[in-house]
């Protein structure tokens, strides 16, 4: 029969495979501060950071941010490689003809040259702004902008095909 010894504790709520309890913790020692004064640093109650160094409270993004940020350090997002990811850029002006934002997975082209838009082919006006359609063909296209930006690294390496887009 299994124990409660044989089950490690839970580390509580996580960021990632970061227990949260353990980062505000550390973020208090950091600046050497007491739960009272973190608590007034971050305007939060002073049970509230107790509760999260316990780990009996899952904080909510802002609480977390205001508790780290007491002790000067950010949340960021990073890829596998630990680069910082930026945000995509929102344009407001930038909209389909039903006001919406184009897809996030699409490339925005704006002032689409002949031939970069798919209906093209089928005379339809050319609109201010389009995307390319073709999954292949985006990965082509974003091969070889990474190429073309990195041309130093690739100095002696072939550029990536083009792909000539079809519907």
């Known amino acids: 029969m299994a124990s409660a010894l044989d089950h490690p504790p839970s580390p509580g709520p996580?960021?990632?495979r970061y227990p949260i309890a353990g980062l505000v913790r550390?973020?208090?020692?950091?600046?050497?501060?007491?739960?009272?004064?973190?608590?007034r640093f971050a305007k939060v109650s002073p049970s509230t950071v107790g509760r999260v160094e316990a780990g009996t409270l899952s904080p909510s993004l802002a609480v977390l941010e205001r508790l780290l940020g007491a002790a000067g350090l950010y949340?960021?997002?990073v890829d596998q490689?630990?680069?910082i990811v930026q945000p995509m850029a929102d344009r407001e002006d930038v909209h389909d003809g039903a006001g919406r934002r184009y897809p996030s997975h699409l490339d925005t082209i704006l002032d689409p040259e002949p031939g970069e838009w798919w209906g093209d082919i089928y005379g339809l006006t050319r609109p201010p702004e389009t995307y390319h359609r073709n999954s292949a063909d985006r990965e082509a296209r974003r091969r070889r902008s990474?190429?073309?930006?990195?041309?130093?690294?690739?100095?002696?390496a072939p550029p990536p095909p083009i792909v000539q887009e079809y519907y």
Do not use: K
Not at 146 to 156: K, P, S
């Open 14 to 16: 996580t960021v990632g």
């Open 75 to 77: 949340l960021v997002v």
């Open 146 to 156: 990474q190429w073309e930006v990195r041309v130093a690294q690739h100095r002696n």
């Open 81 to 83: 490689e630990g680069r």
């Open 26 to 39: 550390r973020a208090r020692r950091i600046v050497r501060l007491s739960q009272h004064q973190m608590a």
